[in-house]
């Protein structure tokens, strides 16, 4: 069974700080694997996604790296700051369908 | 341009009643999804689209049916509600699976 694993499920860390979400996937034979971000109350808006060959991505403070063959990805936030209090999701895609962990809460102290 | 649009945003149903989850976008998209997402956890897929006229289960289809008749919706029915679909409901369309826009999502409750 095609199952994703979200560790810790919740964080809280002072204003600044960097930290790290980590992901796991049970079958490694993923197409993509993807991050989200859901605020309270609200749908999910995508942040990163690494395509199955690539090992990594990056947009601003945010960097996702991929490793298939252990079935792991992490996602890893840079001076984090109050706005960037949410749940952050991974998915892993198969075929035509996306596969979701469960999430972390984050919370980012001022 | 909306996007993708929910109705309703909130719904308490009595234990078997029936009920429809509308969903539909303005984006011209082929692949449509419905999810569900339970307190604490990620997000089940119930059933999904890749084009009008064709569907198909996903991890949790039992208790629901959609259709999709048009490339613009693609409605969920509830026929005979039960306390374990009480949840919170998201529809997603894209161009694929890995371009995915969701909806706001649809807060149900059966009680």
């Known amino acids: 069974k095609q199952e994703v694993t979200q560790i810790p499920a919740a964080l809280s860390v002072p204003e600044g700080e960097n930290l790290v979400l980590n992901c796991s996937f049970t079958?490694?034979?993923?197409?993509?694997l993807q991050w989200f971000r859901q605020d309270p109350g609200k749908g999910l808006t995508s942040l990163l996604l690494i395509q199955s060959s690539q090992r990594e991505q990056t947009s601003g403070r945010l960097n996702a790296s991929l490793d298939k063959s252990s079935g792991r990805s992490t996602l890893y936030i840079a001076a984090s700051q109050p706005g960037d209090s949410a749940t952050y999701l991974c998915?892993?895609?198969?075929?035509?369908?996306?596969?979701f962990g469960a999430g972390t809460i984050l919370r980012v102290k001022s | 341009n909306a996007g993708v649009t929910q109705t309703p945003k909130f719904r308490i149903l009595k234990i078997g009643q029936s009920m429809t989850l509308q969903c539909a976008q303005d984006?011209?998209?082929?692949?449509m999804y419905w999810y569900r997402q339970d307190p604490g956890m990620g997000l089940k897929l119930i059933y999904y689209?890749?084009?009008?006229?064709?569907?198909d289960k996903g991890e949790v289809p039992n208790g629901y049916n959609v259709s999709r008749s048009t490339t613009e919706d693609f409605p969920l029915r509830l026929e005979l509600a039960a306390p374990s679909q009480t949840s919170v409901y998201f529809c997603?369309?894209?161009?694929?699976?890995?371009?995915?826009?969701f909806g706001p999502g649809t807060r149900l409750t059966v009680l």
């Open positions: 998915a892993a895609e198969y075929g035509n369908k996306l596969v």
């Open positions: 079958d490694s034979a993923i197409y993509n």
């Open positions: 997603a369309v894209g161009a694929g699976p890995d371009t995915q826009y």
């Open positions: 984006m011209n998209h082929n692949y």
């Open positions: 689209s890749v084009g009008a006229g064709i569907t």
